[in-house]
């Protein structure tokens, strides 16, 4: 909101693992008049039953819903996009399998070049290299260090 001036009309584009920072995008994102893409590999979808309430509220709202396996496709047209962790606290013994099935996730400029002209990066860090490259999180597009000061306030 702060970068944009407000955030109605907007898409935000998730790449990543169906997790409770999606969820907690995909409850929130129709409310604040927000499109949302999500891109999960099989097998990593968001909760089925947060899925149901994402649908009710984007239909509700007037706002539009993707969920695909193409990164590039949730991708196109996007103003923000936003991963997080592949491998959440307790997940360490699934490593191995989860690199595999998220091959080809993540960030980098080849997968803002369908963005929308504004586009910009969030994580809620720490961040792996896996997960987005250096150019994307270290360019001036990159809002990771402002989210997280935005944080600090909340605690």
Request: charged share 25%; net charge negative; proline share 4%.
């Amino acid at each position: 909101q702060e970068h944009y001036g407000g955030l109605n009309g907007l898409t935000i584009t998730w790449i990543g693992d169906g997790n409770n920072v999606l969820h907690s995008i995909m409850t929130s994102a129709a409310k604040l008049g927000m499109h949302l893409r999500i891109a999960t590999p099989e097998g990593f979808e968001p909760d089925q039953g947060i899925t149901k309430i994402t649908e009710q509220y984007s239909e509700e709202y007037g706002t539009k819903l993707l969920l695909t396996t193409d990164p590039l496709e949730a991708a196109d047209s996007a103003n923000i996009l936003v991963t997080d962790t592949w491998i959440s606290m307790g997940q360490e013994e699934e490593k191995e399998e989860r690199l595999k099935a998220f091959q080809g996730y993540q960030i980098t400029m080849q997968t803002t070049k369908s963005a929308a002209s504004n586009w910009t990066f969030l994580h809620c860090l720490p961040r792996k290299p896996e997960e987005v490259d250096d150019e994307v999180f270290y360019s001036p597009r990159s809002l990771v260090f402002q989210e997280a000061e935005n944080r600090k306030w909340t605690i």
